[in-house]
């Protein structure tokens, strides 16, 4: 049983930052692709940025380079996404996914289409006040 746990949301002030951490369980694979998304009421997931279980490769969208950063510690099974200079339209719930068939450069290439990954955590919230 595919377990996700996403942590590290909460209130902060523009221009603040967050660390989300997504604790993954039961991944058996050795190859997989760990996501991070965010949807705010009323707008469609976003897909934000994903890396590689297998070669630690990974892909930012535009919108959010420069700002977020995605990591891995395999020891622990922890995907984290570093968050800074935060605004006020960064405020959505987060979710962490993982894809046992779609690799980073599938992803990429379907602009982290939120169907191509199979486990989903509950997710966190991130706001972020003026």
């Known amino acids: 049983d595919v377990q996700l746990q996403a942590s590290g949301g909460g209130l902060v002030q523009t221009g603040g930052s967050l660390r989300l951490s997504c604790a993954a369980s039961?991944?058996?694979?050795?190859?997989?692709?760990i996501g991070w998304f965010r949807q705010a009421p009323g707008k469609e997931r976003e897909g934000l940025s994903c890396?590689?279980?297998?070669?630690?490769?990974?892909f930012t969208q535009q919108s959010v380079q420069g700002r977020f950063a995605i990591s891995s510690d395999n020891a622990k099974d922890t995907v984290y996404l570093q968050m800074n200079s935060l605004k006020p339209e960064d405020t959505a719930v987060y979710y962490c996914?993982?894809?046992?068939?779609?690799?980073?450069?599938?992803?990429?290439?379907?602009?982290?289409?939120?169907?191509?990954?199979?486990?989903w955590g509950k997710g966190t919230q991130v706001t972020v006040s003026s």
């Open positions: 996914a993982a894809s046992i068939s779609v690799t980073v450069g599938v992803a990429a290439g379907t602009d982290m289409d939120p169907l191509g990954f199979d486990y």
């Open positions: 039961g991944v058996t694979s050795d190859d997989y692709t």
């Open positions: 890396i590689s279980h297998r070669d630690g490769s990974s």
